[in-house]
């Protein structure tokens, strides 16, 4: 069932690929479309190519998004003065089909008990039919916002499919051994709190390395979480991972690494420095951090 | 003696990331190295690589709720939220902010990223903020209003942040179950969203902690001015 989710997720890529293929305004399409047909067939054929191909236009997608081969087009999207009247139309019924994604996926799961991949599958599928409804839009229409917002995303669409293959390779590695055996020389005795700090302060610090969080939580959730606080400590997965991961947005907000969050919007706002997101944000942010750590240290164990 | 070897793919991306390459590159370097490292054969970390892409393929589902989030933009969605906002009666800064600051958890909570620093807090917020600042205490001064702006920034990130993984289709929330479930821990995305809502729920605290800090600055800081002047 989860199979037919992916296939349309690939036919719906698939499809922006060809729109983007045919859009003269966009002088980077061919890479552009190349990119998305690719990504798209890897969601359609995934399951039937060997492995190895796949790995290899993992590799062809690294290239045409390092090359700088990705562009954006045209999507007939709306003008201000359109979205401004249109939105004293509509009012609050907009909402209703965003409502339906979370509301159909939680439903889902409860009233079947299959996986709430599925559901949100489902629920994308409805929503958009009631999105269609509310603002009498077109189906076309709606396959060119949605390609729209790709290309704004671009090649970060991938980003956590690679760093979940990263993760692994990691494991194979031996990278959670060697990182869980310096903590432990660093934390002589097998003291819970030390190793919950070592893991929401770690995350932190290397999102502050990395600027993304994502990256971060790979790489010390399999180095701390993983072998020392799961394993060892055999502490609740979701609830380690889910405010892990919350205590790496704490280190977003300190870097200028995070330059979309913390960097360009002092420039945006006409701030004489350049870091006072980043100062502003520094100790609310190590609060946070604080905060997270004892609600693993209490709730996950 | 620890072996320090595998941290290798770790030494690439600091490097990588510090010399600005694109994300992507540095992560497959930092892979390959890594495989290599531990004795792997090119084509054994291909085919890892697929099929870990493969099997991961749920991480990337928010794709098909994009047509009908770009579809609501088309007519008004952000317009429609910056009327919500800009009906704020009685307006303070850390009033303005902490609306902000609710308005995008909500909206964050049902997978709708509606606010930016571009599209909402530059044009609406900060101005906002600025303005309702300047009524308080008309001859404001400069760094003071940098101030007032700066936190406005603030509260778009604290909006934003803690409360991502409180949408059950949030890439967090699929990328912390990938990477817990290739290490042998199944976990279903609606018994994990729940638990966003401690550190959600505290950052709305520390938040609003924060905003009347920022009040009692302005006040202190004009009581000085004040008698100064005298």
């Known amino acids: ?19 983007t293929f045919v859009d003269k305004s966009n002088n980077k399409r ?34 045409i998004a ?29 909402f209703l089909p965003a409502i339906i994604v979370p509301a159909v996926t939680i439903l889902w799961s409860k009233v079947t008990g299959s996986s709430a991949l ?16 509310v603002t009498k839009g077109k189906a076309k229409q709606s396959l060119n916002e949605g390609r729209r917002l790709i290309d704004a995303i671009g090649w970060a669409a991938i980003l956590s499919q690679f760093l979940a293959a990263l993760g692994y390779l990691f494991g194979e590695a031996g990278v959670g051994d060697t990182i869980s055996q310096i903590v432990k020389e660093i934390v002589p005795e097998s003291n819970l709190f030390a190793y919950v700090f070592c893991y929401t302060f770690g995350m932190a610090l290397f999102t502050i390395i990395m600027g993304n969080a994502f990256a971060a939580f790979a790489v010390i959730t399999t180095g701390i979480a993983i072998p020392l606080l799961m394993i060892e400590q055999s502490g609740n997965p979701i609830i380690i991972g889910v405010i892990g991961m919350l205590s790496g947005y704490c280190g977003t907000l300190m870097t200028p690494m995070a330059a979309n969050f913390n960097i360009v919007p002092a420039a945006l706002l006409e701030l004489k420095n350049k870091n006072q997101v980043i100062y502003m944000q520094f100790i609310p942010g190590l609060l946070m951090l604080t905060i997270n750590t004892f609600l693993i240290y209490f709730l996950a164990f | 003696m620890i072996d320090l070897w595998p941290l290798i793919g ?4 600091t490097i990588g990331f510090a010399l600005r390459l694109n994300t992507l590159l540095v992560i497959l370097v930092a892979g390959v190295v890594t495989g290599l490292v531990a004795d792997l054969k090119v084509l054994e970390i291909l085919s890892i690589l697929g099929s870990s892409f493969t099997n991961n393929r749920y991480m990337s589902l928010f794709i098909l709720i994009l047509p009908m989030i770009g579809l609501l933009e088309h007519y008004g969605l952000k317009e429609r939220a910056e009327t919500l906002i800009s ?20 909206t964050n909570a049902i997978g709708l990223s509606l606010g930016g620093h571009p599209s909402m807090v530059r044009p609406l917020v900060a101005p906002m903020a600025e303005a309702a600042a300047v009524a308080e205490n008309s001859d404001l001064s400069e760094d003071k209003r940098l101030r007032v702006r700066a936190f406005s920034a603030m509260s778009e990130n604290f909006g934003n942040f803690f409360s991502q993984l409180l949408f059950i289709g949030s890439g967090g929330l699929l990328l912390i179950k990938g990477v817990l479930n290739d290490s042998g ?6 018994d994990m969203y729940i638990w966003a809502l401690p550190t959600a729920i505290a950052s709305i605290i520390v938040f ?10 302005t006040q202190v800081r004009n009581t000085l001015q004040e008698k100064e002047q005298c």
């Open chain 2, 208 to 217: 609003s902690l924060f905003a009347k800090l920022e009040k009692k600055r």
């Open chain 2, 185 to 190: 821990f199944a976990m279903e995305l609606e």
């Open chain 1, 66 to 94: 390092a090359g700088g081969f990705m562009g954006t087009g045209t999507y007939g999207h709306s003008d201000a003065k359109f979205r401004k009247s249109s939105a004293e139309k509509l009012k609050n019924s907009m």
């Open chain 2, 87 to 106: 009906s704020i009666k009685n307006s303070s800064p850390s009033k303005v902010t902490i609306s902000y600051l609710l308005l995008r958890k909500v």
């Open chain 1, 1 to 19: 069932m989860l199979e037919y989710v992916y296939q349309a997720t690939g036919l719906l890529l698939i499809a922006f690929s060809l729109q």
């Open chain 1, 30 to 63: 061919i890479g552009t479309g190349l990119f998305w047909l690719i990504y798209g067939l890897s969601f359609t054929l995934g399951k039937i190519l060997p492995d190895w191909f796949v790995g290899l236009m993992v590799l062809v997608l690294t290239l």
């Open chain 1, 118 to 133: 599925i559901g949100l599958g489902i629920s994308a599928v409805i929503a958009l039919a009631v999105a269609l409804m």
């Open chain 2, 10 to 13: 770790i030494a690439v991306i």
